[in-house]
């Protein structure tokens, strides 16, 4: 069976305005959720905190310089003591993750404000 020329070119336009919307599709699905990847990090990021603090305290028992140690270079909030630490970041929808050195890893509603915890007292 032989395929006339019109036949072919309107499969080829099909092909095309397939792989376009694909790509239109593709893009939008990128843009849209760049929130999400970006909050992701930021999670991944403080459970890193959390466990490098961790290993800072072992090492020298206080906490006291783990936030200069452990999150240099990042735009991260955090505050330690002799005995604590807090670190926090901001997520797209307003929250804060938080971690500090109760173990405590999750959303909070509002900044720790210079605490060395997440939970307000």
Excluded: P
Aim: glycine residues 10%; contains cysteine; aromatic residues 10%.
């Amino acid at each position: 069976m032989r395929i006339s020329r019109g036949t072919g070119v309107l499969v080829l336009v099909v092909i095309t305005v397939a792989i376009g919307v694909l790509v239109v599709g593709a893009s939008w699905f990128f843009v849209s959720h760049k929130d999400l990847f970006s909050d992701q990090k930021k999670r991944s990021e403080i459970q890193r905190i959390y466990a490098s603090a961790r290993v800072y305290h072992q090492r020298l028992d206080f906490y006291d310089g783990a936030c200069a140690d452990v999150v240099a270079g990042l735009d991260y909030d955090c505050n330690d003591s002799s005995g604590s630490f807090a670190s926090e970041v901001l997520l797209s929808n307003g929250s804060y993750y938080c971690t500090d050195s109760t173990g405590f890893i999750g959303e909070i509603a509002s900044s720790i404000q210079g605490m060395t915890s997440c939970e307000k007292e």
